[in-house]
């Protein structure tokens, strides 16, 4: 799914639109995310060194999105 998106433009790294899956990333680096009809904005907290599970992946980043409005709510 994630390379599908920056292929398809979907993706952002520091406001420049994301060419290859495989772009690096480091730390405070942030990502924004266009995924359906809601923007994820992601900020890189640090980098895993081996592919781990969902929860330790969770600490590596931090969420900046917005809550989603109650129109987004409504339609999920």
């Known amino acids: 799914m994630a390379s599908a998106l920056v292929e398809e433009g979907h993706v ?3 406001r420049a639109k994301v060419t290859k899956p495989a772009h690096p990333v480091k730390p405070n680096d942030v990502l924004t995310i266009a995924i359906h009809d809601h923007i994820r904005v ?6 895993g060194i081996r592919r781990g599970s969902f ?6 980043y931090e969420d900046l999105s917005s809550p ?3 129109d987004e ?3 999920a």
Do not use: E, F, I
Request: hydrophobic share 40%; aromatic share 0%.
């Open 73 to 75: 709510k409504d339609r």
């Open 42 to 47: 992601l900020r890189v907290v640090d980098v």
């Open 55 to 60: 929860a330790q992946a969770c600490q590596l």
């Open 12 to 14: 952002r790294l520091n």
């Open 68 to 70: 989603p409005s109650r």
